[in-house]
């Protein structure tokens, strides 16, 4: 039997978008999945969030794991620190769209938003969005159909911006089914397709470094799923550290019968007024900065 994953990848760097494209698309066509890349438009600010993040002890934590002497180039000449991630390589957002896949909007400022989310007005969002859309209609000449914001930040004034903008759906949050969430005073009109898996990079935090028990941990959250599965990669540390790990994760999944999907795909099949209604909450996750929205 035959059961569908929906495949997340977000872009956060141009060192991502550089370098781990081709081994996704490569491994990905392998098993004939398809996925769904999630890619800020905007500038590249992964040392100005670093400097953001300097004095929060989470970010230690993180760092002792993530590595990102290995993971970004930041003494590299040749990387352009602060260009543009999606709107700085549009052949490779045409290369993603040519292999089937779909590209969704990550925001403009991966950093900014990252940051700033819980403070960031509706206008200033609403700017941050409007800029990655016409990026994104300059490159690919149709409007996105999805969108998820940067480190899983949700409230009241992102669904006041992006429920005019009529997305097909939104990966904001994370929780175990798709739903409509109550942020605020009222219901967003904007469909949610949640996250149900944790990231790798959390399940290693929480593993203390341990790949190998790492992917036997993420193999079983996978396959204690039923109805729904939303899985999320990322093209800094999976790949830099974790691609042979992935190698055999999609391996795995391609001969116990599952079936890489598309958000939006998925998205098309399902109808607001049949979802179920849930209450935004935050926490934290294990390497995570900052705090994430989730339903249950």
Known sequence: MTKSVIIRIDVDSVEGIRNAIPFY????????????????????????AALWRIWRPSFWKQSFYMKPWKTYTWFDKDVDKTGDIGAGHPEVLRMIE??????????????????NAYSMSAVDYRKQIDMACEAYRDILGHDPAGTGSP??????VFADVQDPMEF??????????????????????????????ESVFSIVVRNRGNHKKSLDDLISQIEACDDFLCLLLHTEYDYVHFRDHLRDLFTHMADNGYKGIRCDHYAEQLKAEDLPIKEVKYGQWDGAVGPIAYTD
């Open 25 to 48: 698309l490569k491994e990905l066509g392998k098993h004939n999945f398809q996925a769904s890349f999630f890619i800020p438009l905007g500038q590249n600010n992964v040392l100005k």
């Open 98 to 115: 040519e292999h089937g896949h779909e590209i969704a909007l990550h925001g403009y400022d991966h950093a900014t938003i990252s940051d």
């Open 151 to 156: 480190g899983r930040r949700y409230n009241q």
């Open 168 to 197: 097909l759906y939104a990966s904001d949050v994370g929780g175990p089914e798709p739903c409509q969430v109550r942020v605020g005073d009222r219901v967003s009109s904007t469909i949610q397709v949640p996250v149900n898996i």
